[in-house]
């Protein structure tokens, strides 16, 4: 697109950083200046001091809903992936069967499938209610996190699954001449070059994961958007709780794509191209 | 020991039992998935000519709505564009004297998810066309097509190889995303189901159901893409 | 020939738009169930007490009403953003809620009930409540009774999107106490999954939060619809039309008292 230009910087504005200052960077920051004024003047927003502590609650959930799930679903997606290149059928068919079918249904349903549908089995066998396991089963977060787990493992299943088979063959024949067993193969060799050519997706996806949060306060799990939903109705208020948890979720993938830059830049890139 | 639940499940399910509901609502989800994915299309064509040729405002309010599209939960962009589109088209229209528009559920439903899936096509079909080789766009100028037939002829059937995976599996989105509808209770599939398993407790019984009928359209709309990548991809040299 | 083309399709997109709007009477209610107000046969057909109240008041009001599904949680954005006419859907008149519509006179009222497990030690004063899970649906009036005296002493007050999963979940043991009127909760109790609960008191009249009654939600500046509907009311109590439809469902006359 418009890279900086060098030419403009050392025009006229000695000092100022390398912007362009013509009509595409100024209507962005001129539309965005407008934007805030409206909102801040023409728009309620005396509720934010009650639900400050609500909304900062929430925004802990989906922070945790996100990382949590992401890091146990990419931890599962691995083998998942693995098993479909590598292993026995009777692995790679069941991985493969849940991988097509986790990603073939709704997350919604998905949620409502394991929070309602086990709910609904609790009756029939008492003695769920005895097992130690009960506090744990009477709430929502736990069917929340398994439910976006299991997605994210399935997604992200069907990622590495193209990782692992777009590593060159001939680094895993170099790796066995050398005399590496399997295991050393897949720890120094298979699984850093998979996980090099899955890191790109993986921002996106994960910002993917981000989104999804939401479908969690149909079972009752009070994150971001709930507090939205509850501002929503005990005020009446349609826009302002909807734009202000935008802007979070914004600033949210922001620091999610951020992140995943960061995690790439380490891995070593080894091309020559520099980052400014 | 499981046959007599499998049995009342059926029962549940046939005629007369609400598998007809459901399939009704099926229909009413994929309805809106073809209306939002077309809508998408449409969008996404020109939003991907607007990014490539068109002026620096184009371009950064191009950006913004695909940004803004792609970081913001599709939840949040129902409600927003539900309340917010459809007082925007009001107001105008009653700023020109007309009457208001009453938005039925699936035309609201198709507008919204429309929207979402054009910022998405946008990007498929702008790094399809950028993947067309240019000499095939530069021979047309030099035959003297103006952009119009430039467009129709070379462009869009030469890019439709490149943009069919991305368009497949936006599809699918389009597909599932209908299920969010059900949060706002317009009567597609996901809320039918949640209708059926609150009146007859079933819940088992219905959410697994549905899941098929997902997965059916899932898995046919899977065959009919690869023989489209495959009939799109003739005589093109295979990896 | 494009611009044909152009006007073809704008015009059939505004048709397929605009056709609902005429001259009808959107009524918006929550598509979930609720008996024996609410309840859906298989052909996604909806019947019950209040749906067959809602015929009767826009017959005698002569006007052709059309009943338009809306979470519930949307229901009054969806009233003022003009994509529904009115609200009949048991919704209490409350103080809340008058800050924003206008409601008619109360068409039934109803005790508000507490209702646990059998074996719960449960009643309706707040202390009995600590340490307890309370469910009700989000944006009602047993929400603001519970969150307004309750919040102290339950461990979590939880909102669903619909009354019938709160219910679900008082059945799976997830949570220990439900709020609602009275005559939904008795559906509840004579319903397979109610045998694990009993009604454990009524709630006091509180006007604020539970309200003076269930009516009409409108908006606020229709004074003409508002009268007709309030009209409307009261000629299917006087010709006994209400009474008709309440007998098949009740055994009691759910109106209330004046």
């Given at each position: 697109m418009s890279s900086p230009s060098n030419e403009m910087a050392g025009g006229g504005k000695a000092g100022l950083s390398r912007l362009r200052l013509d009509a595409g960077t100024l209507t962005p920051i001129v539309a965005a200046i407008v934007l805030a004024t409206y909102a801040a003047l023409r728009m309620r927003w005396d509720w934010l001091g009650d639900y400050y502590p609500l909304l900062i609650r929430g925004l802990g959930m989906t922070v945790l809903l996100v990382a949590v799930t992401a890091s146990l679903g990419m931890l599962l997606a691995i083998p998942i992936g693995l098993v479909q290149v590598v292993g026995p059928k009777w692995l790679a068919l069941p991985a493969r069967a849940f991988c097509t079918v986790i990603r073939g249904t709704p997350l919604?349903?998905?949620?409502?499938?394991?929070?309602?549908?086990?709910?609904?089995?609790?009756?029939?066998?008492?003695?769920?209610?005895?097992s130690a396991l009960w506090p744990i089963l009477r709430q929502a977060w736990p069917y929340a996190f398994l439910g976006l787990t299991l997605s994210y493992a399935a997604y992200e299943g069907e990622v590495f699954r193209g990782a692992f088979k777009g590593v060159p063959k001939g680094q895993l024949d170099a790796a066995r001449a050398y005399g590496m067993s399997g295991f050393l193969t897949f720890r120094r060799i298979w699984l850093p070059q998979a996980f090099r050519r899955a890191m790109p997706t993986l921002a996106g996806e994960t910002i993917l994961q981000l989104k999804a949060t939401p479908l969690v306060a149909t079972i009752t799990v009070i994150d971001v958007?709930?507090?939205?939903?509850?501002?929503?109705?005990?005020?009446?208020?349609?826009?302002e709780p909807l734009l202000l948890i935008s802007a979070i979720y914004i600033v949210l993938a922001v620091v999610i794509t951020k992140i995943f830059a960061r995690l790439s830049g380490k891995s070593g890139d080894n091309t020559a191209f520099r980052k400014s | 020991?499981?046959?007599?639940?499998?049995?009342?499940?059926?029962?549940?399910?046939?005629?007369?039992?609400?598998?007809?509901?459901?399939?009704?609502?099926?229909?009413?989800?994929?309805?809106?998935?073809?209306?939002?994915?077309?809508?998408?299309?449409?969008?996404?064509?020109?939003?991907?000519?607007?990014?490539?040729?068109?002026?620096?405002?184009?371009?950064?309010?191009?950006?913004?709505?695909?940004?803004?599209?792609?970081?913001?939960?599709?939840?949040?962009?129902?409600?927003?564009?539900?309340?917010?589109?459809?007082?925007?088209?009001?107001?105008?229209?009653?700023?020109?004297?007309?009457?208001?528009?009453?938005?039925?559920?699936?035309?609201?439903?198709?507008?919204v998810l429309g929207v979402v899936q054009g910022a998405y096509s946008t990007e498929v079909i702008r790094g399809a066309i950028l993947s067309i080789p240019y000499g095939q766009i530069e021979a047309a100028h030099a035959y003297g097509m103006s952009?119009?037939?430039?467009?129709?002829?070379?462009?869009?059937?030469?890019?439709?190889?490149?943009?069919?995976?991305?368009?497949?599996?936006l599809w699918l989105i389009a597909m599932k995303d209908t299920a969010l509808l059900a949060v706002l209770g317009f009567g597609e599939l996901t809320q039918v189901t949640r209708q059926a398993a609150g009146t007859t407790k079933a819940y088992f019984?219905?959410?697994?159901?549905?899941?098929?009928?997902?997965?059916?359209?899932?898995?046919?709309?899977?065959?009919?893409?690869?023989?489209?990548e495959a009939w799109a991809t003739k005589g093109v040299a295979h990896v | 020939m494009k611009k044909s083309i152009l006007a073809l399709v704008a015009g059939a997109v505004l048709a397929m738009a605009g056709t609902a709007h005429a001259e009808k009477t959107r009524v918006g209610f929550a598509p979930e169930p609720y008996p024996p107000f609410w309840v859906a046969d298989a052909n996604g057909n909806w019947t019950g007490w209040e749906v067959e109240i809602i015929d009767a008041v826009c017959a005698e009001a002569k006007l052709d009403c059309e009943r338009v599904p809306v979470a519930w949680e949307g229901i009054i954005p969806a009233l003022l953003g003009g994509k529904i006419d009115m609200i009949m859907n048991s919704m209490r008149i409350n103080d809340e809620r008058r800050k924003v519509i206008d409601f008619s006179d109360k068409y039934y009222e109803v005790q508000t009930m507490v209702v646990a497990a059998k074996s719960a030690a449960v009643d309706t004063t707040p202390a009995s409540m600590d340490g307890k899970v309370i469910g009700v649906q989000v944006s009602t009036g047993q929400q603001?009774?519970?969150?307004?005296?309750?919040?102290?002493?339950?461990?979590?007050?939880?909102?669903?999107?619909?009354?019938?999963?709160?219910?679900?979940?008082?059945?799976?043991?997830?949570?220990?106490?439900?709020?609602?009127?009275?005559?939904?909760?008795?559906?509840?109790?004579?319903?397979?999954?109610?045998?694990?609960?009993?009604?454990?008191?009524?709630?006091?009249?509180?006007?604020?939060?539970?309200?003076?009654?269930?009516?009409?939600?409108?908006?606020?500046?229709?004074?003409?619809?508002?009268?007709?509907?309030?009209?409307?009311?009261?000629?299917?109590?006087?010709?006994?039309?209400?009474?008709?439809i309440t007998k098949k469902y009740f055994d009691f006359d759910i109106y209330g008292g004046e």
């Open positions: 919604l349903l998905q949620l409502w499938l394991l929070y309602y549908g086990l709910g609904s089995l609790f009756p029939q066998f008492p003695w769920i209610r005895d958007y709930s507090v939205a939903a509850q501002v929503r109705q005990q005020t009446y208020l349609t826009y | 020991m499981i046959w007599s639940p499998a049995a009342a499940s059926i029962e549940l399910l046939t005629a007369g039992g609400w598998g007809s509901a459901m399939l009704m609502g099926l229909a009413r989800s994929l309805t809106i998935a073809l209306g939002a994915f077309a809508l998408g299309l449409v969008i996404g064509v020109a939003g991907a000519l607007g990014k490539l040729s068109g002026g620096a405002v184009t371009r950064q309010a191009l950006d913004l709505y695909t940004t803004i599209v792609r970081s913001v939960p599709e939840l949040v962009l129902i409600l927003i564009v539900y309340f917010a589109g459809a007082d925007l088209i009001n107001g105008v229209l009653t700023a020109l004297g007309q009457a208001k528009i009453d938005f039925n559920g699936a035309f609201a439903g198709i507008v952009s119009w037939l430039t467009l129709r002829r070379i462009t869009l059937p030469a890019m439709l190889p490149f943009a069919l995976p991305g368009l497949s599996n019984t219905f959410f697994i159901a549905a899941g098929c009928m997902y997965l059916l359209a899932t898995m046919v709309s899977n065959l009919l893409s690869r023989r489209l | 603001a009774y519970a969150e307004k005296n309750f919040a102290a002493n339950a461990s979590e007050i939880r909102g669903y999107s619909t009354q019938d999963e709160a219910y679900q979940d008082l059945a799976a043991g997830r949570i220990d106490v439900v709020i609602d009127g009275v005559v939904a909760m008795n559906e509840f109790l004579k319903s397979p999954s109610g045998e694990c609960c009993e009604s454990k008191g009524a709630l006091p009249r509180d006007p604020s939060t539970l309200g003076e009654g269930y009516g009409v939600g409108l908006r606020k500046d229709e004074p003409e619809f508002k009268a007709k509907i309030n009209e409307a009311i009261a000629a299917i109590r006087k010709n006994g039309t209400y009474d008709a």
